[in-house]
């Protein structure tokens, strides 16, 4: 079945770069999907923060946008999330999930989460 | 602030039907497909409902979804204990060029 998982640094200096990885398995990232990245600070909610297909195409959340940059390696079947210059209102569980064109593009499989904290 | 706005919190008694609402625009629910998710405490959001009223394989009967204009519904009837859980609708949003969720609701089972 198909599987997301997340992995980076799980703390990050403030001003520094929040850099992580989501391995797809049990389908490609060739596929006709898109690929999410959603975020959720600790006892809030959902935010969304961008979408990548395989063509580098991206779609960003308009309050992140000038901080995120979303990527994608084919040959490891991975994308990646960058924010730079974070603060302690960065600090989230992130999610990667898919975008499933077959279900409107609705996010049907979310990878587990990673919590990252924002702290010196 | 939410773009999708969401009662905070809802609660039912066992077998029960509860309904939570979810408000948007034109730009939003008003000309796209809406998305509600469950998240149970400590764990992933779980797809519940798709295309506005379409349930993927699995998730139970008890579970609906509607939309009407601007406003959508995600309806639980036969309420049960294991439904106490956060819910949250999406969609997408023409003018944000981008996803946009609810602020979430709290469903608590008495």
């Known amino acids: 079945q198909v599987q997301l998982q997340e992995s980076g640094p799980g703390l990050v200096k403030p001003s520094g770069t929040l850099s992580l990885t989501c391995t797809v398995s049990?389908?490609?990232?060739?596929?006709?999907?898109?690929w999410n990245w959603v975020r959720q600070p600790p006892g809030k909610g959902l935010e969304w923060i961008g979408e990548?297909?395989?063509?580098?195409?991206?779609n960003y959340s308009p309050s992140l946008k000038s901080r995120v940059t979303l990527s994608v390696d084919r040959s490891k079947n991975q994308f990646s999330l960058n924010l730079s210059s974070v603060t302690a209102a960065d600090t989230a569980v992130y999610y990667c999930?898919?975008?499933?064109?077959?279900?409107?593009?609705?996010?049907?499989?979310w990878g587990q989460g990673t919590m990252v904290t924002v702290s010196s | 602030q939410s773009v999708l706005t969401q009662p905070p919190s809802a609660s039912g008694t066992p077998g029960q039907r509860v309904t939570i609402s979810c408000s948007g625009s034109?730009?939003?629910?008003?000309?796209?497909?809406v998305f509600w998710y469950q998240q149970l405490p400590g764990t992933a959001p779980k797809l519940l409902i798709y295309?506005?009223?379409q349930r993927p394989s699995g998730v139970p009967d008890r579970f609906s979804g509607s939309k009407s204009g601007t406003s959508a519904s995600l309806a639980i009837s036969g309420l049960r204990s294991e439904d106490e859980a956060d819910y949250y609708c999406?969609?997408?949003?023409?003018?944000?060029?981008?996803?946009?969720f609810g602020g979430g609701t709290k469903l608590t089972v008495l």
């Open positions: 999930a898919r975008g499933e064109v077959a279900v409107g593009n609705a996010f049907d499989i």
């Open positions: 049990g389908d490609s990232i060739s596929s006709s999907n898109w």
């Open positions: 990548i297909y395989h063509s580098g195409s991206t």
């Open positions: 034109n730009s939003n629910i008003g000309s796209n497909y």
């Open positions: 295309r506005n009223n």
């Open positions: 999406a969609a997408w949003d023409d003018s944000l060029s981008g996803q946009v």
